[in-house]
């Protein structure tokens, strides 16, 4: 044999030699450092140093001690064995690469971790980890940067739910509408619990009630009484006023919902109660309602959900008092309630006292005169609160004073009407409101100093500006003929 070729065979077997060299250390070495890792030595550096040494040019194991120490949550010895593992490798192991990213994102880092699943990706094209890992913690940065490095994935491994992960990305940045569009394009025999969950919920924010409920239907089909897609089956069967199969479901997460696996919240009892309110079961609803109030630690704002939707499960049922007391509780607990929530005390005052009028009566009963009473305070009181809302109420208040005194004798409406006009007419554009208000007002006065002052010619003058706002009204023009006559 020529020379020449000895020395390639040498060359050969070195080669081999060296690979069985570069497998040094076994299992058990892992197994014997997690159980150091545990046993917390005073010196665990020096500890580690025959592990390193036996190992030193495995990078497997280099990885599994790093992988140890990092669920140990010693990200600093952790960082040294990735980095004794790259030093194994020549710097082109990806799992250590992987491990260093890991760490980094822990450390919220989230430049240096992109920058290490990176690396791990450019020595391992195929394996998705680092690509997920990479998605995740860059979306904070660019979330359309994690996704396109998702449709890298999607091109070396076609086979791998990378549509899954792109809808996932994009609910984690809150993107609803994208995370809805991704996810719809995922069979759902290829969808996890997780992904179930998180479809529905982006489509209950977004208001997509119908696509949330099958969402969600379609995940408890492979994950039956799971507590979260019964929930968001729940509410979403109740923004769609599907309040019998809403009820199935409430029915469901409180009794068959492992107990373990659920702690409910007032959001339950309020939803329970919604869809019995619904279904016109209003009895239970309230039943419900009452539950949810005696909840611990529940914030104003959700209180007031539940006061406002007991008022309103007591107002179908004419429980007025009860309504009332209810609703003063929501405007007491809700965050800065508008004009309009204000206005609803109001108009339950006014349902309350038309309740009380017996059948037949004509004349104003006592209860009855109470109420308009206190429904006047509050439109009073809405002025003062609120002076943009001040026109609106001295209409009602108007209104309210033309009730309980329905012969005009006591002129009760007549400030009200008078000072209505005077803002309306102060404002040189009107609209239909302005003018339908302007009228009425008009009217009473136009009544009240014919019937009641005997002035035909201030009664002629508001029969005439009832034709400004609505011209060409016969009975009004007949009237206005009428009146001339009786003035000249």
């Not at 080669?15 to 058990?28: C, E, P, R």
């Not at 309009?340 to 005052?349: E, K, N, Q, R, S």
Request: aromatic content about 10%; overall charge neutral.
């Amino acid at each position: 044999m020529k020379p020449i070729k000895y020395f390639f065979m040498s060359a050969l077997l070195m080669g081999f030699s060296t690979g069985a060299v570069a497998q040094d250390g076994t299992s058990a070495d892992i197994a014997a450092v997690k159980s150091l890792i545990q046993s917390k030595p005073a010196d665990i550096a020096k500890a580690m140093k025959p592990f390193y040494s036996k190992n030193k040019k495995n990078a497997e194991n280099l990885v599994a001690f790093g992988r140890a120490f990092y669920e140990a949550k010693d990200t600093t010895n952790a960082r040294i064995a990735a980095n004794n593992a790259l030093a194994a490798s020549k710097r082109q192991y990806a799992p250590a690469y992987v491990l260093l990213g890991d760490i980094a994102a822990q450390g919220d880092d989230g430049g240096l971790a992109a920058q290490n699943y990176e690396q791990a990706i450019y020595y391992d094209k195929t394996n998705p980890e680092p690509y997920r890992k990479y998605a995740l913690v860059y979306r904070k940065i660019d979330p359309e940067g994690a996704v396109a490095k998702l449709d890298q994935l999607g091109a070396v491994v076609p086979d791998y739910p990378v549509d899954a992960l792109k809808a996932h990305i994009y609910y984690l940045s809150l993107r609803y509408g994208q995370a809805i569009e991704t996810y719809a394009k995922v069979p759902t025999q290829k969808m996890t619990r997780s992904d179930f969950i998180e479809y529905a919920n982006a489509c209950f924010v977004a208001q997509q009630y119908q696509q949330g409920y099958d969402a969600a239907k379609a995940g408890l089909a492979q994950n039956p009484n799971n507590a979260t897609l019964t929930r968001l089956a729940l509410f979403c069967a109740n923004n769609l006023k599907k309040y019998d199969e809403a009820i199935v479901y409430a029915n469901n997460l409180f009794t068959k919902v492992p107990k373990d696996s659920v702690t409910f919240s007032h959001l339950d009892f309020l939803n329970y109660g919604n869809a019995l309110a619904g279904n016109n079961q209003l009895e239970q609803a309230i039943e419900q309602y009452q539950k949810g109030l005696t909840m611990q630690d529940v914030e104003d704002k959700n209180l007031a959900d539940l006061h406002k939707s007991l008022s309103d499960a007591h107002k179908q049922m004419k429980n007025f008092p009860e309504a009332i007391a209810s609703y003063r509780n929501y405007l007491n607990t809700a965050k800065d309630p508008d004009a309009i929530a204000h206005a609803g005390l109001g108009t339950l005052h006014m349902n309350w006292a038309r309740s009380l009028k017996p059948e037949g009566a004509e004349e104003l009963t006592e209860p009855e005169i109470a109420a308009y009473k206190e429904a006047d305070q509050v439109w009073g009181n809405l002025a003062e609160k609120f002076p943009d809302a001040a026109e609106y109420a001295l209409f009602q208040r108007a209104t309210v004073n033309a009730v309980m005194d329905p012969d005009s004798k006591a002129a009760l409406a007549k400030p009200y009407f008078e000072k209505l006009i005077e803002l309306i007419n102060a404002r040189e554009e009107h609209d239909a409101t302005d003018n339908s208000r302007l009228e009425k007002a008009y009217r009473y006065l136009m009544f009240y100093y014919y019937s009641i002052a005997k002035d035909n010619k201030a009664a002629l003058d508001y029969a005439n500006k009832i034709l400004e706002v609505k011209p060409g009204d016969e009975g009004i023009m007949k009237v206005v003929e009428s009146l001339s006559k009786t003035v000249k």
